[in-house]
């Protein structure tokens, strides 16, 4: 089953408008990560927040962290035609029984950003 | 550009075939994974390599396989194809784990 799962599924927003997408996971993780992906691309890294941090700038971007909740959220603040990809979260945690890590990606958000 | 190379771009082949997947990581990262998205399923871990040896397993089928080779490239083989094969097959690498992933531009392999 998937670890992380991304809300809404599909957003639709006019260029200058806030898009925010969230994400819900299941166990304990050591760190969240935000990517991006345009259509049929690969997938490019946003941000990572380590699960002792609660809120992570990065230009547009502001990714906050709730453990307690398993939920994240990313903001992007006016937003633009290029900004226009799928976003998906991923968690990194460590595997039960060993030391090993595995990043698990949810189904990701389809933003569309209207000019 | 990620410096992640992936070859080929494109891949149509027949059900019941065998074909390799070839992806060279970004220089000095240890780390690679490999990773299948489908419409259906989304974007599934499907394994990793850590200087040459196998270090996580996810979601790979008995007909996959794949190995990481002394010079870090990794080769992912599909055997016996199905339809339902038919998938973006992204490689990404990373420096260390847990760490950012750098994602390779992906194989679209189309099974007929």
């Known amino acids: 089953s998937q670890q992380g799962e991304e809300d809404p599924q599909a957003l639709s927003i006019q260029e200058g408008e806030n898009a925010t997408m969230n994400c819900s996971y299941k166990t304990s993780i050591n760190n969240l990560q935000w990517y991006r992906q345009n259509s049929g691309r690969g997938l490019v890294h946003l941000i990572l927040?380590?699960?002792?941090?609660r809120e992570k700038h990065s230009g547009r971007l502001r990714v906050t962290l709730d453990t307690s909740k398993k939920s994240s959220s990313l903001l992007i603040t006016a937003s633009r035609a290029a900004d226009t990809a799928s976003y998906f979260c991923?968690?990194?945690?460590?595997?039960?029984?060993?030391?090993?890590?595995?990043?698990?990606f949810g189904k990701g958000t389809l933003l569309t950003v209207n000019p | 550009d990620s410096g992640v190379t992936q070859t080929p771009k494109h891949l149509i082949t027949a059900t019941g075939q065998r074909v390799t997947l070839r992806c060279s990581p970004r220089?000095?990262?240890?780390?690679v994974y490999w990773y299948q998205q489908s419409l259906d399923q989304g974007l599934q871990f499907l394994i990793q390599?850590?200087?040459?040896?196998?270090?996580a397993k996810g979601n790979i089928l008995e007909r996959f396989s794949a190995q990481q080779f002394p010079d870090l490239h990794s080769e992912l083989n599909l055997s016996s194809l199905e339809l339902g094969d038919s998938a973006l097959y992204f490689c990404?690498?990373?420096?260390?784990?847990?760490?950012?992933?750098?994602f390779g531009p992906g194989t679209r392999l189309t099974v007929l």
């Open positions: 390599y850590y200087n040459g040896e196998e270090r």
């Open positions: 927040i380590r699960s002792n941090e």
């Open positions: 991923a968690t990194d945690a460590r595997r039960e029984g060993g030391s090993n890590y595995k990043l698990t």
């Open positions: 990404a690498s990373s420096p260390r784990e847990p760490d950012t992933q750098y």
């Open positions: 220089s000095g990262d240890l780390s």
